[in-house]
């Protein structure tokens, strides 16, 4: 019953569908609200809404002509002469309806009230007519429904609470009294006798209810039955996603407390380094204070005594008697002399740098203010191919050059191959097996941390395919590049003639296998001396009109685009060679 409510809701009322009519479109819609499409001008569109939910219907007009839109798709549904009598009734609809309508009131348990009961609140009906369209309670059943005269071949059925379900006869669109028994194919619609001999489906091929019913059946229920496996299978990978959903949210949480964590530490060990230095600065200028105050006190000391021996001497200058001077005159030189060599050149303290520690940390704040996780990198799936045994991965990222990245090739049956370190935006990875199918996952790594790439799948070649593009590869750049290199030498001497090995055009398959004769090699050009036919890498042809062929190809030569060797001649013929990519011959 999930979602199943929102089918059986009219687009216009927004309510179930009462006496539920098939528009042209295959939409759905109210009889009423039909109705009232064509009663309520364009700019008043509460009209239809107002139809339904009110208790009595309006007036059907005379005639219901006139077209409207579809509510659903805008499609504009155009009606015959009939007006809204001409759209055909959805009684697989109204079916539906009705059985929704009984499950909701087996499961809320509320009773069908009687529709004549005088009773407030009315009492629950025990029976319903269907000729009169009515609910009866058990005390007026008898009363008001009594099995007498007409009323007793009334049909009587459990209380319900539309009678609309109970028409079980499909009538004709076309012929309103007459019900449907045939089927069109053409049409793939129900139609009456009477359209099959005189109505528009004449001429169209029908075949019986019973015969069509069956097989529509089955295909619907197949239709239905793939569509319940689709909707598990979604079901599956909904819940996969939500699993998925999850994890990433506690990984996230997970990783937000760990940067939090260890932001945490980085600042307790930033607290303690900034105690510790503190505390070895005034380690430093407390012993380099002591050494500096060691000599002020040492000159202070030297001060004070030379002080003192001064005012001695300036006394001894002052004697006047010279008996007096000359008896100490000698003593008072004498300490003169000594504080004299006291103030000694004496520089020790200029040693001592008064700037011994200093701190600079700005490459330390330059690496916190780079403190950051890097990017995701991105797969660059254009640039990316594979063949049997080898695969390039290209991708992008904005992170720095210090970054490096790990490439993960992973497969389901086999081990993982992996590329660590690498310092650029592509690589080769190698070790891979043919024919299997790896998901390739780039991992950004810097100092803060790493993240991973989505996965791409990428499938590798089978080694035929491998061989067959490598072959081809070699084919169309190695002759060409041996000949027009300036190291190839185009008929180095030797005594040994190399065996041929050419298609004739008009040679059949048994005369180009048959062992040819030797032949002598004749002199080319003016000289009457034989030559020597020189070894090459190439196969020439044995006699004119055959063509000269490299030796590890079987090819065709192209047909346009051939240009002539410059001084290159064909040993056998004496004639020039020509060439077309990696095609040699000679004419």
């Given at each position: 019953?999930?979602?199943?409510e929102d089918e059986l809701t009219c687009p216009v009322c927004?309510?179930?569908?009462?006496?539920?009519?098939?528009?042209?479109?295959?939409?759905?819609?109210?009889?009423?609200?039909?109705?009232?499409?064509?009663?309520?001008?364009?700019?008043?569109?509460?009209?239809?809404?107002?139809?339904?939910?009110?208790?009595?219907?309006?007036?059907?007009?005379?005639?219901?002509?006139?077209?409207?839109?579809?509510?659903?798709?805008?499609?504009?549904?155009?009606?015959?002469?009939?007006?809204?009598?001409?759209?055909?009734?959805?009684?697989?609809?109204?079916?539906?309806?009705?059985?929704?309508?009984?499950?909701?009131?087996?499961?809320?348990?509320?009773?069908?009230?009687?529709?004549?009961?005088?009773?407030?609140?009315?009492?629950?009906?025990?029976?319903?007519?269907?000729?009169?369209?009515?609910?009866?309670?058990?005390?007026?059943?008898?009363?008001?429904?009594?099995?007498?005269?007409?009323?007793?071949?009334?049909?009587?059925?459990?209380?319900?609470?539309?009678?609309?379900?109970?028409?079980?006869?499909?009538?004709?669109?076309?012929?309103?009294?007459?019900?449907?028994?045939?089927?069109?194919?053409?049409?793939?619609?129900?139609?009456?006798s009477l359209c099959k001999l005189v109505g528009k489906h004449?001429?169209?091929?029908?075949?019986?209810?019973?015969?069509?019913?069956?097989?529509?059946?089955?295909?619907?229920?197949?239709?239905?039955?793939?569509?319940?496996?689709?909707?598990?299978?979604?079901?599956?990978?909904?819940?996969?996603?939500?699993?998925?959903?999850?994890?990433?949210?506690?990984?996230?949480?997970?990783?937000?407390?760990?940067?939090?964590?260890?932001?945490?530490?980085?600042?307790?060990?930033?607290?303690?380094?900034?105690?510790?230095?503190?505390?070895?600065?005034?380690?430093?200028?407390?012993?380099?204070?002591?050494?500096?105050?060691?000599?002020?006190?040492?000159?202070?000391?030297?001060?004070?005594?030379?002080?003192?021996?001064?005012?001695?001497?300036?006394?001894?200058?002052?004697?006047?008697?010279?008996?007096?001077?000359?008896?100490?005159?000698?003593?008072?030189?004498?300490?003169?002399?000594?504080?004299?060599?006291?103030?000694?050149?004496?520089?020790?303290?200029?040693?001592?740098?008064?700037?011994?520690?200093?701190?600079?940390?700005?490459?330390?704040?330059?690496?916190?203010?780079?403190?950051?996780?890097?990017?995701?990198?991105?797969?660059?799936?254009?640039?990316?191919?594979?063949?049997?045994?080898?695969?390039?991965?290209?991708?992008?990222?904005?992170?720095?050059?210090?970054?490096?990245?790990?490439?993960?090739?992973?497969?389901?049956?086999?081990?993982?191959?992996?590329?660590?370190?690498?310092?650029?935006?592509?690589?080769?990875?190698?070790?891979?097996?043919?024919?299997?199918?790896?998901?390739?996952?780039?991992?950004?790594?810097?100092?803060?941390?790493?993240?991973?790439?989505?996965?791409?799948?990428?499938?590798?070649?089978?080694?035929?395919?491998?061989?067959?593009?490598?072959?081809?590869?070699?084919?169309?750049?190695?002759?060409?590049?041996?000949?027009?290199?300036?190291?190839?030498?185009?008929?180095?001497?030797?005594?040994?003639?190399?065996?041929?090995?050419?298609?004739?055009?008009?040679?059949?398959?048994?005369?180009?296998?048959?062992?040819?004769?030797?032949?002598?090699?004749?002199?080319?050009?003016?000289?009457?001396?034989?030559?020597?036919?020189?070894?090459?890498?190439?196969?020439?042809?044995?006699?004119?009109?055959?063509?000269?062929?490299?030796?590890?190809?079987?090819?065709?030569?192209?047909?346009?685009?051939?240009?002539?060797?410059?001084?290159?001649?064909?040993?056998?013929?004496?004639?020039?060679?020509?060439?077309?990519?990696?095609?040699?011959?000679?004419?």
């Amino acid at each position: 019953m999930e979602g199943l409510e929102d089918e059986l809701t009219c687009p216009v009322c927004l309510e179930l569908y009462t006496c539920p009519l098939l528009l042209p479109c295959h939409h759905n819609l109210c009889r009423r609200c039909a109705e009232a499409f064509l009663e309520t001008p364009v700019d008043e569109p509460e009209g239809a809404q107002a139809a339904c939910s009110s208790g009595p219907p309006p007036p059907p007009p005379e005639e219901n002509l006139g077209s409207f839109a579809c509510p659903t798709c805008r499609e504009e549904v155009r009606l015959g002469d009939r007006g809204v009598d001409g759209l055909r009734k959805n009684l697989l609809l109204q079916n539906i309806i009705e059985r929704f309508k009984h499950a909701q009131s087996q499961w809320k348990r509320d009773a069908v009230p009687c529709l004549v009961c005088d009773a407030t609140p009315p009492r629950d009906a025990v029976k319903s007519c269907t000729n009169c369209r009515l609910s009866y309670c058990g005390d007026c059943l008898p009363l008001r429904h009594p099995a007498l005269g007409v009323l007793a071949s009334h049909q009587l059925v459990k209380p319900v609470e539309s009678f609309d379900a109970l028409q079980k006869t499909v009538m004709c669109p076309d012929h309103k009294n007459k019900p449907v028994e045939l089927y069109c194919k053409k049409d793939g619609a129900p139609v009456c006798s009477l359209c099959k001999l005189v109505g528009k489906h004449k001429e169209h091929d029908v075949a019986a209810l019973e015969e069509v019913f069956g097989g529509k059946k089955e295909d619907l229920q197949k239709v239905v039955k793939e569509m319940e496996g689709k909707i598990e299978k979604e079901t599956t990978k909904v819940k996969e996603l939500e699993t998925r959903k999850a994890a990433m949210e506690n990984h996230g949480a997970q990783v937000k407390s760990q940067i939090q964590t260890q932001c945490n530490e980085l600042i307790s060990i930033i607290r303690e380094r900034e105690v510790a230095m503190v505390a070895k600065v005034d380690e430093v200028v407390r012993d380099d204070t002591a050494k500096i105050q060691t000599f002020i006190d040492s000159s202070q000391e030297k001060v004070k005594n030379a002080n003192s021996c001064l005012a001695y001497a300036n006394e001894a200058v002052k004697e006047t008697d010279p008996a007096c001077f000359l008896q100490t005159e000698q003593l008072v030189k004498g300490r003169v002399d000594k504080s004299n060599s006291m103030f000694g050149n004496n520089e020790q303290h200029t040693h001592i740098p008064t700037d011994r520690v200093s701190v600079d940390l700005s490459s330390v704040k330059s690496l916190l203010k780079g403190l950051d996780l890097p990017h995701a990198p991105v797969i660059s799936q254009e640039k990316c191919n594979a063949t049997a045994h080898e695969a390039t991965v290209s991708w992008d990222t904005d992170d720095g050059q210090d970054s490096k990245f790990d490439v993960v090739c992973s497969c389901l049956d086999d081990t993982p191959v992996n590329m660590l370190n690498i310092q650029r935006n592509s690589c080769k990875v190698k070790g891979l097996k043919a024919s299997k199918c790896y998901s390739v996952t780039v991992i950004s790594k810097t100092k803060s941390g790493t993240a991973k790439s989505n996965s791409f799948p990428m499938e590798t070649t089978s080694e035929s395919v491998a061989e067959t593009m490598i072959m081809e590869e070699d084919i169309k750049a190695s002759p060409a590049k041996s000949l027009l290199s300036p190291s190839y030498v185009p008929f180095p001497s030797t005594k040994t003639v190399p065996t041929c090995n050419v298609r004739s055009s008009g040679a059949t398959k048994s005369e180009s296998r048959a062992p040819r004769k030797k032949r002598v090699s004749q002199p080319i050009g003016p000289s009457t001396q034989p030559t020597q036919q020189p070894e090459s890498r190439y196969q020439y042809p044995s006699h004119p009109g055959q063509q000269c062929y490299p030796v590890a190809e079987s090819v065709t030569r192209p047909v346009s685009q051939d240009k002539e060797i410059e001084g290159e001649i064909c040993p056998r013929c004496g004639k020039s060679l020509r060439s077309s990519d990696h095609v040699y011959w000679c004419r």
